[in-house]
Nanobody, 130 residues
Framework: VQLVESGGGSVQTGGSLTLTCVHTGRSLTSNCMGWFRQAPGKEREAVAAIDTDDYTTYGDSVKGRFNISQHNDKNTLHLQMNSLKSEDTATYYC??????????????????????????WGQGTQVTVS
């Protein structure tokens, strides 16, 4: 199982970007997926999450600006980012999980250590806002 992110880049303040995450390789039946970001010297931060019923949650810093969505096959995840700010600059990672307990934690923002608690991660895509 491999998750591959794309769509990162450099954008001016106030601009928009759309990130995409695709499952490749062996099929993964995930029950939830999410976007995280990590800036240099900072901890990995949960940005947005979505479950198989398309229930979504967002971090306070991105509410109203970012939108998470997935294709019907649940294998492709998007993050539409609008009104970008300099503080959105980070490496963005997608994650996928099948375990329902971990999915509950992801969607309701209860993870203590995402890297240890979620099984599948992408390699990241850089977003720079200036």
């Amino acid at each position: 199982v491999q998750l591959v992110e794309s769509g990162g880049g450099s954008v001016q303040t106030g601009g928009s970007l759309t990130l995409t995450c695709v499952h490749t390789g062996r099929s993964l039946t995930s029950n939830c997926m999410g976007w995280f970001r990590q800036a240099p010297g900072k901890e990995r931060e949960a940005v947005a999450a979505i479950d198989t019923d398309d229930y979504t949650t967002y971090g306070d810093s991105v509410k109203g600006r970012f939108n998470i969505s997935q294709h019907n096959d649940k294998n492709t995840l998007h993050l539409q980012m609008n009104s970008l700010k300099s503080e959105d600059t980070a490496t963005y990672y997608c994650a996928a999980e099948r375990d329902l307990t971990q999915c509950h934690k992801l969607v309701f923002r209860l993870l203590d250590s995402p890297l240890n608690e979620l099984k599948h991660w992408g390699q990241g895509t850089q977003v720079t806002v200036s």
